[in-house]
Each structure stands twice: as C-alpha cells, then as structure tokens.
C-alpha cells in the first residue's frame, strides 16, 4: 500500500510516519508513505496556493493549478492509486469504507485547507471524497492520518494474528466485551469471578454477554442495524423474561397494597 498525502503543512506528518502502526507498516515494507507540499506546485515568489473566492464571501478557496499540479505528480509516482479528498462534504468514513481502501494499491490524500478547494479539482482529479464525521476541523491533514491509521492496520501481516476477528465484518457492530488484567483487585474493585475460573465455555459465554449488553446500554443503534446469531437472541430473550418477571412482580406488589395503588 503507497499512500502520498498532500497537504500545505507536510511536517504535521513527520512524527505520524515515526510511531506506531505505520512506522511498523512502514519498517516492514508494507507500506510506503510520503507527503507532497502543495505549496512546491503554487506560481510567483510566495508561491500562493489560495485565493478570494468568485461571487465574494469571507475565507479562501484553494486554487486549483498547484493542487492539479501535486494531484499529477503523485498519480505519476503510483499510477494505480485512487485519489480522495478529505472534506467536510465527503462521504462518511467508517470501518466498511476502510476495507475497501486495503484493497487497492494506494491511496492519494488531497488535504483541504481554508473553506475549500476550488469545484473543478472536485470533478477532474478526485475519485471519492471523504469527511471523517460531522464536526468541523480547520483542515483535512488530520482526517487523512485517521484514514491512513485505520486502512494500515487492515494490511495484512502488519498486526499480527491477533486482531484476525476484527477484521471480521460480523465483529463491526458489536462493541468488545469488557477487559481485565492485573492486579486481581484494584481500589476495592474486584475482577469478574469467571475469568478466574479457567473455564472457557463458560468466559466465552461472559464475554457474548458483556459485549451484548456494553452495546445495548451504550450504543443501541448499533444493535438495530445487526444481524443478531442465534446465540444473541437466546440472551436477549432471556433478559426479555427475566425483565417481564421484574415487571409482573410489580403489578403484583401493587395489587396487595391496602389503598390499591
Ligand atoms: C463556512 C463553513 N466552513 C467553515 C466553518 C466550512 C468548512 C470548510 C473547511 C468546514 C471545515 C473545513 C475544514 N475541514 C476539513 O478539511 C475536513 C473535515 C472536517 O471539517 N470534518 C470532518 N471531516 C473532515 S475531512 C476534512
């Protein structure tokens, strides 16, 4: 995977290709990353790359021979690559899109600056574009390190075996079970008995639990969406009962009050 970011501000990805995931993708020849300054590709002394929108308003449109330019020189070096655009009127990026990125040879990151880039770009140069979530940034460069963190780690033989389920669309939409480690009591809290225990059938069938009932309490649109397994439904039908119980008990209760209420 090749992925080449453009951007006016090419330092802000210096310590991003030093640590972590992509400097281990990176190490280990999985991935190739660089950055392209825009600003190489602007005319005259300051080498502008913006400039006073058509038809007025406040801000700057990002002009579009320099990004042209940048957009030319990184297809030349990975000729087989998409090219995407970072914006806030982008598609929104989630694990699915992320997927699709893995598969190609490389990714192009055209990093948006200012109010925008100027339509022309939107239509000749860019294949997709992409917003990472509706909340504003003052630019794309740290949406295109959270695509390039969440595409790295989907490139095989980069993390490891480990993650090998996550990778698995059926885990997408479930939030994990809850995790523990040592020590077996912290600040008066102590670890689920279960995971203890060495059985496991029984941590197995903790850790569906926990992870159904995490996402219910936490993020219910997530359980709508869900195309629940057999195993699933049995626990949510279980609390089905043991929730009618409670309830029944009440109506009970409340008919044996003396006022009748
Ligand atoms: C007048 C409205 N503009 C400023 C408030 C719109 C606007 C222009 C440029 C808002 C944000 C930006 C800069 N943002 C990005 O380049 C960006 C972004 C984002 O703001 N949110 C989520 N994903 C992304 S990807 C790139």
């Known amino acids: 995977m090749n992925f080449i970011v453009l951007t006016i501000f090419p ?31 602007g005319k005259g002394r300051h080498r502008v790359t913006d400039d006073r929108p058509y038809g007025g308003g406040c801000g700057m449109v990002m002009k579009p021979e320099p990004l042209a330019g ?12 998409k090219t995407i655009c970072l914006t806030p009127q982008g598609r929104v990026f989630n694990q699915r899109i992320a997927r699709e990125f893995a598969a190609l040879e490389g990714l192009v990151l055209v990093c948006g600056r200012y109010e925008g880039m100027d339509e022309r770009i939107l239509h000749d140069f860019i294949d997709y574009e992409i917003s990472i979530g509706d909340y504003i940034l003052t630019g794309g460069e740290i949406a295109a390190m959270v695509v390039i ?18 990778k698995d669309s059926f885990s997408d939409d479930l939030l994990e079970h809850a995790h523990f480690t040592r020590p077996r009591t ?10 203890l ?9 903790w850790r569906v639990e926990t992870a159904l009932i995490r996402t219910f309490l936490k ?7 869900r195309v629940l397994s057999n195993q699933e439904i049995e626990i949510l039908k279980k609390w089905c009962r043991d929730i009618e119980t409670i309830v029944q008990a009440q109506s009970l209760r409340g008919a044996d009050t003396l006022s009748g209420g």
Do not use: Y
């Open 70 to 81: 940048a957009i030319r020189e990184a297809q030349k070096k990975t000729p087989f690559s």
């Open 11 to 41: 330092e802000m990805f210096n310590p991003f290709w030093d640590h972590g995931i992509v400097h281990r993708g990176i190490s280990c020849n999985k991935i190739s990353a660089s950055t392209i300054n825009i600003r190489d590709f």
């Open 149 to 166: 963190d969440a595409v790295t780690r989907l490139i095989p033989g980069i993390l490891g075996g480990a993650d090998s389920a996550e």
């Open 197 to 205: 225990s060495g059985n496991h059938r029984e941590i197995e069938k």
């Open 219 to 225: 993020r219910q649109d997530l359980l709508e969406k």
């Open 186 to 195: 912290f600040e008066g809290e102590a670890v689920p008995e279960v995971l």
